[in-house]
């Protein structure tokens, strides 16, 4: 698909991959929307992105709202829905008293408000210029973390919704993206152990995402999402055994 001269909005657009995937699509002359909670940290990114900022909480239906109105007010248009605003805690899930917290919290962020606000946005895209949704979920979708139990669950609800949506919005002319980033330098992985991992930059992985956009490649596992993607289908409980003994359980 063609990838200039969009109205791309990107969702947890102020850091990390969120961050990088707003500055390549805006590479490319696109009109880019960037949302997220932190005001502040918004309007710095979005300076320094040369994007326009909409401070919205993706698990606020009213905001999603506001945020998809005031796009059609400046843009007249959404071609490119970017899902990418997520979290991810790592603790024990029976020795944590905030547990129920926890994992309400990363369900409504991480699964949720993505599925909701692509519904949301859906007929505000139909008019738009081959529309397009990317969901970014993680390599975790194809083989858990022991450390992030609720996380790894949420990547592999996205992985499959994408897989379903992909056919159902097929016939309504909107395509449907899944980027599986690997372990990668962003805020979302400060101070997490990788062992004998490197974590990848995020242009490489958001490069990865635009080449496959631009061939139409749907299930984007970048770097070395790619050999969790064949183990997993391989030999997955090989697999497993090797994330416990490489990472451990990562009790917090």
Not at 78 to 83: A, G, P
Not at 101 to 116: F, G, S, T, V
């Amino acid at each position: 698909m063609m990838l200039e001269n969009k109205v791309v909005l990107v969702t947890g657009g102020s850091s990390g991959i969120g961050a990088e995937i707003a500055r390549q699509f805006r590479a490319l002359g696109n009109d880019v929307v960037i949302c997220g909670r932190n005001a502040e940290k918004l309007a710095a990114a979005a300076a320094k992105l040369d994007a326009h900022p909409i401070r919205c909480d993706v698990a606020n239906v009213d905001e999603c709202r506001q945020m998809l109105d005031e796009i059609d007010m400046q843009f007249g248009r959404l071609d490119i829905l970017v899902n990418c605003a997520g979290i991810m805690l790592m603790y024990d899930f029976h020795a944590q008293a905030d547990t129920p917290d926890r994992l309400q919290r990363e369900i409504e962020i991480n699964a949720i408000a993505p599925l909701r606000l692509t519904h949301m946005a859906l007929p505000h895209m139909l008019e738009g210029w081959e529309p397009a949704i990317v969901f970014v979920s993680s390599g975790l979708a194809y083989i858990p973390f022991p450390a992030t139990p609720v996380y790894s669950g949420t990547k592999a609800l996205i992985h499959h919704s994408s897989m379903a949506l992909r056919h159902q919005l097929e016939g309504y002319g909107v395509k449907v993206f899944e980027l599986l980033p690997p372990v990668t330098d962003t805020p979302l992985a400060e101070g997490m152990d990788t062992g004998s991992f490197k974590k990848t930059p995020p242009a490489d992985v958001v490069a990865e995402l635009i080449s496959a956009m631009r061939k139409d490649r749907f299930e984007i596992a970048a770097g070395a999402s790619k050999q969790l993607r064949l183990m997993s289908r391989i030999a997955p409980a090989f697999l497993f055994r090797q994330m416990v003994k490489q990472f451990g359980g990562g009790n917090r």
